[in-house]
């Protein structure tokens, strides 16, 4: 009789698979593998679903709002997770020898470990939903509120305001970008594959001068989802300083340059329009862009603006 073996019962290959054997439950876990599989399968449905279809028109929010679906559920579970471990340090502070203690401890660590673990796995799946939607659309997801943890399929994602309090504080922590930090701001249209090929080497530039960078941009489209793209490919973590446009309206893209100036960047790269020559002589310099530019070289930083190669 032909038998088959469960996704959910493999055997351990993966740093992820060894942390949840580690938990000693009885009950198996999914493998990293199958988790990757369905955050995969779960986009490409969505997507094959919907394609030439009247919800065609809404494919963007759709398939954003799954991935941030699920990056909500890591939230969540991870709150729970740290709740277990404020629950421990109170435990072992108070800790009076009692079975009764010794009890309630053993299951604070056990929910606090589980919770690390559920939490790692959602990160699978919305990591792999996030590649197979970018594959598929060649758009970026970010994370919208909070900062976001990366697996070994994704950047780690923080946010400015974050960044800078770590800082300013000068302090150890998730928060810290530990390493320098590489500012970029380019423009919207710039979104050409000649657009692409100079970000890109312009990045891999920096890589090289900064092998422990950051990269800090607004997120914004066009050239900045280009650079977003860039850092999920090589693994760079990610520093968002997002436009408010509720709070600041037009003021918005200067405000998010004052944050990425706050972060004292090594380099600050800028594209102000398109290196596409069809596009760029229809085009004005993108403002924010070149704002972003002088700030930097009045403040005494490196700018280092991006252009066509020559002829």
């Known amino acids: 009789m032909q038998t088959f073996s469960s996704p959910f019962s493999a055997k351990s290959d993966s740093a992820f698979d060894d942390l949840a054997a580690s938990l000693g439950d009885p009950r198996p876990h999914p493998t990293e593998d199958a988790l990757i599989q369905l955050g995969r399968a779960l986009m490409t449905e969505l997507l094959d679903v919907i394609a030439d279809t009247a919800l065609e028109d809404y494919q963007t ?73 970018t594959v598929a659309t060649g758009e970026v997801w970010t994370a919208w509120r909070g900062s976001r943890r990366g697996t070994h399929l994704t950047a780690a994602q923080l946010e400015a305001k974050q960044a800078i309090r770590a800082i300013r504080k000068q302090r150890d922590g998730e928060a810290d970008p530990n390493g320098p930090i590489v500012a970029f701001r ?70 998010a340059n004052d944050e990425l100036i706050a972060l004292e960047p090594a380099c600050c790269l800028t594209l102000v329009h398109s290196v596409d020559r069809a596009r760029s002589e229809d085009q004005r310099p993108f403002g924010p862009a070149a704002s972003f530019g002088q700030k930097a070289i009045e403040s005494g930083l490196r700018h280092v603006p991006i252009r066509a190669k020559a002829a």
Do not use: C, Y
């Open 186 to 255: 380019g423009a919207p249209t710039a979104d050409t594959q000649g657009d692409a090929g100079r970000i890109f080497d312009a990045l891999n530039w920096a890589l090289e001068q900064w092998p422990d960078m950051a990269l800090a941009t607004t997120g914004a489209k066009g050239s900045e989802k280009l650079a977003i793209k860039w850092a999920g490919q090589k693994g760079v973590k990610l520093i968002l300083a997002r436009a408010d446009f509720d709070t600041h309206g037009k003021a918005a893209p200067f405000r």
């Open 61 to 133: 929010i759709l398939g954003e709002g799954l991935i941030g679906a699920f990056h909500s559920i890591a939230t969540r579970i991870e709150r729970d997770a740290d709740r277990a471990r404020d629950t421990m340090r109170s435990l072992d502070r108070d800790f009076d020898g009692s079975e009764a203690a010794d009890t309630e401890l053993q299951e604070a660590t056990a929910r606090a470990r589980s919770g690390d673990v559920a939490t790692q796995a959602t990160e699978l799946i919305r990591d792999a939903a996030a590649q197979t939607w």
